[in-house]
């Protein structure tokens, strides 16, 4: 059998898994320097694969970068705000993948059918099956902010359910993962099988900030490591902590069920031809600034991680390391089609950065910067934005026709002093440049908004 299972790695068309939790920023990880965290499976995940130390959330919030992630589509013209509908004509890498021979699944949160939260709960809200995306297999929810009571559903007719899970929410949807992979390893060994796209999308380490017993009792607020940025505000830092010690034994349980979905590729066989990538859907400011939650353009709030990894990295062509590519929400399609040799279609806008993993992908006119917008003014900022980071580290960020941020992030990490109404050369000349390339963006993706110039 392991004979057979190696054989088939080199010879089949890779699969390709996502894990992605909510709400679970770049820093909080180990592997990215957390001293609050330990992350030993995800870390591993880095270690064997390629790490994108500069992906973010270009728009840093649930439903819009959804949208972008399974379209390849900027917000303002698929998914342009909170509790929006994923437009029912949109195609998704479901339908590419599906075109090319592949199964799809899809397991966990959606949040992409327009339910509004002031009408009901939206865990009761069933998505009709022509509005889940083109996936073969679906098993979710449109949006559930209670762990302890999560209900799924899926199929149609008299084949549909709908029931709550009976544990804590990570753990109960990587069982339902792991059985699909169960059953993926057992096509392999009867000479069935068929490639694979498959999705694990969960809530945590989204708030409220609950995680189960055993990985909790390892936080204690007051002894939590605060970022520079969390301000000297008792309230601030109080708060910050207590919301903190949930939030890392909510990462510390999905690094955990990362580790058991590792275990059963491994005995599977199905390891050795499976392209595993992590990420998020944007972060969580956790007291930065004074801030909490998202949307704001800070480095809390937009940076995810982003890893490609998988036992794959032992065979030839397979690169490891940090890569410094501008990764985005809209690039997560295109590349994970890339890993599998499939090219992107016309419809999708992003990039295929497929090569920073694969020796036999050729390298494509990368962009030296990553488009941020909120076209739809949220809770923490009352009106829309625009912004850009680049590569070489600067920030810059605008509302229609004003100025609003300009971070040297090189020198200034933690974003703590703002550069954009400087006069000083330095600052006067590298505003203009970004707001330069800003608006070359907006023009790029048929955007529309006032950048201001000078």
Not at 2 to 18: C, D, F, L, M, T
Not at 154 to 166: D, I, Q, S, T, V
Not at 339 to 351: H, V
């Amino acid at each position: 059998m392991q004979r057979k299972q190696q054989e088939a790695g080199h010879s089949r068309k890779p699969n390709v898994i996502w894990i992605f939790g909510d709400q679970h920023r770049a820093q909080a990880l180990s592997c990215n320097g957390d001293p609050n965290v330990r992350t030993p499976n995800i870390d591993n995940l880095a270690l064997t694969g390629v790490n994108f130390v500069n992906a973010v959330s270009g728009f840093p919030l649930c439903c819009p970068f959804r949208g972008s992630m399974l379209t390849s589509r900027y917000p303002h013209s698929c998914v342009p705000g909170h509790e929006y509908q994923l437009p029912s004509e949109q195609q998704t890498i479901a339908h590419v993948f599906n075109d090319n021979g592949y199964d799809t699944a899809y397991f966990g949160k959606w949040h992409l059918d327009g339910f509004k939260e002031n009408e009901g709960r939206a865990a009761m809200h069933i998505v009709p099956p022509d509005r889940r995306g083109g996936f073969h297999e679906w098993v979710g929810y449109e949006n559930n902010n209670s762990q302890w009571d999560c209900w799924v559903h899926g199929g149609e007719g008299e084949h549909a359910f709908h029931y709550p899970l009976p544990g804590y929410e990570t753990d109960e949807l990587t069982n339902l993962f792991i059985d699909y992979i169960r059953k993926k390893g057992e096509a392999l060994e009867a000479d069935e099988e068929k490639p694979f796209f498959a999705v694990l999308s969960v809530q945590p380490p989204h708030n409220p900030y609950i995680a189960p017993e055993e990985s909790r009792r390892r936080f204690n607020p007051a002894q939590i490591k605060l970022r520079p940025n969390v301000p000297p505000i008792t309230n601030v830092q109080e708060k910050s902590q207590e919301d903190l010690a949930g939030y890392y034994a909510m990462i510390e349980n999905l690094d955990w069920n990362v580790g058991r979905i590792k275990q059963i590729l491994a005995s599977t066989g199905l390891e050795r031809n499976t392209h595993i990538i992590f990420f998020s859907d944007h972060g969580d400011l956790h007291g930065a600034h004074g801030q909490e939650k998202k949307t704001l353009p800070y480095e809390e709030s937009i940076r995810i991680p982003f890893i490609i990894s998988g036992e794959m990295s032992f065979y030839n062509g397979r690169k490891t390391g940090k890569s410094p590519a501008m990764m985005n929400h809209v690039d997560i399609a295109p590349t994970t089609l890339g890993l599998c040799g499939i090219e992107k279609p016309d419809w999708m806008e992003g990039t295929d950065f497929s090569s920073h993993r694969l020796s036999s992908r050729s390298m494509v006119n990368e962009p030296d910067s990553a488009f941020l917008q909120s076209p739809t003014a949220r809770a923490n900022v009352d009106k829309p934005w625009r912004g850009i980071v680049t590569k070489d580290g600067w920030k810059y960020t605008c509302f229609e026709g004003f100025s609003w941020m300009l971070f040297n992030l090189n020198d200034d990490p933690y974003e703590l002093v703002n550069q954009a109404h400087n006069p000083q050369a330095v600052y006067a000349g590298k505003r203009k440049e970004l707001q330069q390339r800003l608006m070359g963006w907006i023009d790029q993706t048929g955007d529309k908004f006032e950048v201001p110039y000078g």
